[in-house]
């Protein structure tokens, strides 16, 4: 266990390379901020020269690769870090100075356990990409395929342990302060990251995780996922397709190779509803850099190291919010966060359906190419203070996406609007998950396992009460009050008055 004296020396020193770049302004203004973590603040900026505007990007890219990844969790959370912060930590780039080759090469060998000509007959020494966690390296199969070869960064684990052990102590003193510390649940907050990481530094899961989105996006013909080459795989190294395409990023190559921008944004749309509120099973990472136009139009999605899971009943209420947000029902969507939970019931439902009409009639009367769902994620964290929601960390990960695709989408077609081109999609998933079809459907599935259940449920009824044995009835017995034994001394003074009754009896039969 790490002692608070270590936990500590890294705050401090983390805390001074934020300082450096003024981004602890923001932390000691804040009224919310609990007294000793201002305190704290205060040290870790003494005597460093603050800028006048803060770059919390560029402080979180020189702290290192978890702290990369967890100011990429931040903005996502306009409520914990606030909005200044949270737009700036978008700027942060998952790119570090690549591993030299030779260590890659070492490390290849030690994953997959035999020498690396056995698998390839060529690998690039140069990578396409590093970022903070893995770099990928193109590479030829001995059956002469065209590969990409990820590889985990010496070291990364032990120090991605290291930091989410002082992220886990820090989020356990702040939230025992309570007030507002307390309703942003810290704790959960970095248990999701940890487990968040836990999927990326085991290249494994992650190729289980791209076989499992490709499985479900059989219905979704225009999205393709790269197949996982499972014999050169391992925890350490991942071997999948080669892909030839252009990065979503580059509208002037897309339009030059003449792909129609507005069908590209509205597949991604609509790959992304169909993995998000049909699957529950999502490719979190859906940024520039990981989509690519084929040929043939097909949008392809690369790095699978963070997915979101979400259960049928979640998504059950997150379509019937998002339908709401998009045609005004603002009633059925306050009902819904009642019913979900995410308001504590002593809030006033009315009350809290005229917070939301707040937030979502300003959009509505805006043009197309203006409304936005990040503006809607900002106003709906924006109320939730005033209505003591908690943190639901299930939902960051879809939260942080759907800004990604409509960034990505508007990136293609500056005139999409995610509301419309996703009402259809989620109107026709809600009538058919919710209308009266579905809940006949459901009553019956779940009758017919009621039923199936019967049998072991009289058997287990059975062995609680078993029918009478050859044996008599046995005679009442009076009730003798029974001493309850407490600490080690009782039970020797009762054993010592046992034995000496034993003892008595057995001279009184002898004699």
Known sequence: MTAPAVHLWRLLKWGRIV?????????????????????????????????????????????????????QTLATRPDLVGEEAAHDLLRLQDALPPVP??????????????PIEEFFTEIEEVPIGAASIAQ????????????????????????????????????????????????LRP??????????????????????SASE?????????????PVIDWQRTSGKVMTLEWLDGIKLSNRAALIAAGHDMHELAERLIRAFLRQAISDGFFHADMHQGNLFALPDGRIAAIDFGIMGRIDRRARVWLAEILYGLITGNYKRVAEIHFEAGYVPPHHNVAEFATALRAVGEPMRGLPVKEMSVGSMLDGLFNITRDFDMQTQPHLLLLQKTMVMVEGVSRGLDPDINLWESSAPFIREWIRTELGPEAKIADRLVEDVRTLARLPQLIRNIELRYPA???????????????????????????????AAVTAAATVWMLG
Do not use: C
Request: net charge positive; glycine share 8%; hydrophobic share 45%.
């Open 187 to 208: 704790r959960l907050v970095i248990e999701t990251f940890k487990r968040w990481t836990a999927r990326e530094l085991d290249l494994r899961r992650e190729a289980a």
């Open 213 to 225: 989105l490709a499985e479900n996006m059989t219905a979704e013909p225009g999205y393709y996922i």
């Open 468 to 498: 009478p044995g050859g044996a008599p009835p046995a005679p009442p017995l009076r009730e003798i009050e029974r001493i309850r034994v407490i600490g080690g001394w009782r039970y020797v003074a009762v054993a010592m008055l046992s």
């Open 101 to 114: 080759f030779p260590v890659i090469r070492e490390r290849i060998r030690a994953s997959l356990g035999r």
């Open 136 to 183: 990928v390296h193109r590479a030829t199969t001995t059956d002469g395929r065209k590969v990409a070869v990820k590889v985990l960064r010496p070291g990364i684990e032990t120090e991605f342990a290291k930091a989410i052990d002082t992220y886990e102590w820090a989020a356990a003193q702040i939230e025992g302060m309570g007030g507002e510390a307390a309703r």
């Open 19 to 71: 300082a450096r770049h003024g981004a602890l302004r923001g932390i000691e203004r804040d009224p919310n901020t609990p007294r000793p973590v201002r305190r704290l603040a205060r040290i870790a900026r003494f005597g460093a020269r603050v800028p006048e505007v803060a770059r919390y990007a560029d402080a979180f890219q020189e702290i290192g690769p978890a702290a990369i990844k967890l100011g």
